[in-house]
């Protein structure tokens, strides 16, 4: 991480009462000021009760530095990405603390062509921010702000670059976030019926927490099964993620999404390089290389990055998609229309399309408590036990941990958490059998490690 102490894997995030605060939001808003040397700066915010305070402050800092804001207010991050670009403004900022809990805030920030800071930005960002002195202006250079609504200019493009043919239904479950404001109008836009749930902008998440694993959408898989759906969405706090239910309510692999569109992508550039993350399914390479392309794995939060070095044609981590043809952010309101285009293009159930076109390997996911100072320890004895132990090795990656993929394309892997004292476990077997015997080589060793019970 190069001693980032601010920035974490995705911007910064954390409590307001105790890191996200007014205060920090002030000193921020004067670094990028200083980043960014003056010049045009697009602020939005998700629907957290701190939203606005956060935003009022950071505001300051930037007009203090001479900045002009362009404020679009509640707004998907997706959409904060695209309108940075849109504009040509100089940076993009989104404060939000995407699907944490409501206490929390944060906030991502946005390179003017719609890239997420990279490394280098973070680190050049933390010498403004702890450094000297922040930049002041005189009373007649400070900056000013324009209210500007971004979301009609955002869709009209989505909607310009799908073919949806109308009457499929959809249920949408935006987690009171800013999905709420994008998703529905969107969809109906573009002529589906569709059901809302969770709609409103809420930041008390009075519907549910706004993670959108499985066991938060059981509303959503019953909903879309009680009104007869062809499909059900579900957005995190601000929209850059999206999960989906099938026609029958079924929680679709997050792994099946990435390769459906992977292959879709792939096959419209004649071939490309695919950017995922470490702890996806093999059935991506086998999809995406049938389609005559090449996947390139990258740590957790990390494929911005490779994403650009590989040229990428498409990118993206279990449930956050990056469509290149619209901008180099992760965007599940795209990801909206792109489900519905492919519904109305193939005519028939998505359970039948991701059976088809998407090989369904057992995997196993879990993760351990693991106090920071054992992580290091923990690594070294499970890669020396790992690679030991397991057979038939292909290859092994160490760039997050480390995963071992076997000559069959059954795999395991080992990591730590880089903002939580947790080690994490996966395996994919080419079957249920193969798959136990993954789990069993490498949880006897995490238990013993960490001195787990049974
Ligand atoms: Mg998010």
Not at 110 to 117: I, L, N, P, V
Not at 277 to 288: G, Q
Not at 291 to 309: C, H, I, N, Q, S
Not at 356 to 371: I, K, L, M, T
């Amino acid at each position: 991480m190069l001693g980032k102490k601010l920035f974490g894997t995705r911007g910064i995030r954390g409590p307001i009462s105790t890191k996200v605060t007014p205060e920090l939001m002030l000193r921020l808003g004067s670094a990028l000021a200083e980043y960014v040397n003056g010049g045009e700066v697009v602020v939005g915010w998700d629907t957290r009760t701190s939203g606005e305070m956060l935003a009022r402050a950071f505001t300051a800092g930037l007009l203090s530095g001479g900045c002009d804001i362009v404020e679009v207010g509640v707004v998907p991050s997706p959409c904060v990405a695209f309108t940075t670009k849109d504009l040509g403004a100089g940076a993009g900022a989104m404060i939000t603390a995407s699907h944490n809990p409501p206490e929390d805030n944060g906030i991502v920030f946005y390179r003017s062509d719609g890239t997420e800071f990279l490394t280098e930005d973070e680190v050049s960002m933390e010498r403004l921010f702890f450094g000297a002195g922040s930049r002041t202006t005189g009373w007649d250079e400070l900056g000013s702000v324009r209210r500007y609504d971004p979301v009609t200019p955002y869709l009209n493009t989505i909607k310009k670059m799908v073919r949806v043919k109308g009457g499929l239904k959809v249920v949408v479950d935006c987690a009171n976030g800013t999905g709420s404001v994008t998703t529905p109008r969107l969809l109906r836009e573009l002529g589906c019926k569709v059901v809302t749930l969770n709609a409103h902008p809420d930041g008390h998440f009075p519907g549910r927490p706004p993670e959108p694993q499985p066991w938060n959408l059981l509303d959503l898989m019953a909903t879309v099964r009680e009104v007869d759906a062809d499909i059900g969405l579900a957005h995190d706090g601000d929209a850059d993620r999206i999960a989906v239910v099938d026609e029958q309510g079924n929680f679709v692999r997050p792994d099946a999404l990435l390769a459906l569109f992977a292959e879709i992508a792939v096959k419209r550039s004649n071939g490309g390089a695919v950017v995922t993350s470490i702890n996806t399914s093999t059935a991506i390479d086998e999809v995406v290389s049938r389609a005559g392309g090449k996947v390139y794995r990258t740590g957790l939060g990390d494929f911005t990055e490779a994403m650009l070095e590989h040229h990428a044609c498409f990118a993206g981590e279990p449930g956050k998609l990056v469509f290149l043809e619209l901008g180099p952010w992760a965007d599940g309101v795209f990801c909206a229309a792109k489900m519905v285009e492919l519904l109305s293009s193939e005519q028939r159930p998505l359970s039948e399309i991701i059976s088809e076109r998407v090989p369904n390997y057992p995997a196993y996911f879990s993760d351990f408590p693991c106090p920071d100072e054992m992580k290091e320890e923990f690594m070294r004895e499970m890669r020396e036990y790992l690679l030991a132990q397991v057979d038939e090795v292909q290859e092994t990656i160490e760039l997050d941990g480390l995963r071992i993929n076997r000559k069959n394309g059954s795999w395991i892997l080992v990591r730590v958490s880089g903002t939580e004292p947790k080690a994490r476990f996966a395996a994919e077997g080419r079957d249920e059998a193969e798959l136990e015997r993954l789990k069993n080589i490498g949880l006897s060793k995490i238990k013993e490690i960490l001195k787990l019970q049974q």
